[in-house]
Nanobody, 119 residues
Framework: QVQLVESGGGLVQAGGSLRLSCAASGRTFNLYNMGWFRQPPGKEREFVAAINWSVGRTWYAESVQGRFTISRDIAKNTVYLQMNSLKPEDTGVYYC????????????WGQGTQVTVSS
């Protein structure tokens, strides 16, 4: 069983910053990419950012490009999401996930952490 535990969510004013963490543990698993997704209130879950675990290549949703930074700590099996210049539209439940292989889907998901940005 693979477990992903997110932390770092909370309430922040617009323009503020938060740093999310997601630690992976459990049985031996393949880890090709790790990603962050979010689900705004009343909307579908959407992609935020991802990082290739071996080479560290990153990519972002256009809505967060230049404000959010994804990084990883290989030794700790942990991925981070530094969120700066937060906007009310960044509000939602943030999930981390593992994509075990290049051609597969994101299979393992955390329980989510709430981020609320007040105007």
């Amino acid at each position: 069983q693979v477990q992903l535990v997110e932390s770092g969510g909370g309430l922040v004013q617009a323009g503020g910053s938060l740093r999310l963490s997601c630690a992976a543990s459990g049985r031996t698993f393949n880890l090709y990419n790790m990603g962050w997704f979010r689900q705004p209130p009343g909307k579908e879950r959407e992609f935020v950012a991802a990082i290739n675990w071996s080479v560290g290549r990153t990519w972002y949703a256009e809505s967060v490009q230049g404000r959010f930074t994804i990084s990883r700590d290989i030794a700790k099996n942990t991925v981070y999401l530094q969120m700066n210049s937060l906007k009310p539209e960044d509000t939602g439940v943030y999930y981390c996930a593992i994509q075990p292989s290049r051609t597969g889907q994101y299979e393992y998901w955390g329980q989510g952490t709430q981020v609320t940005v007040s105007s």
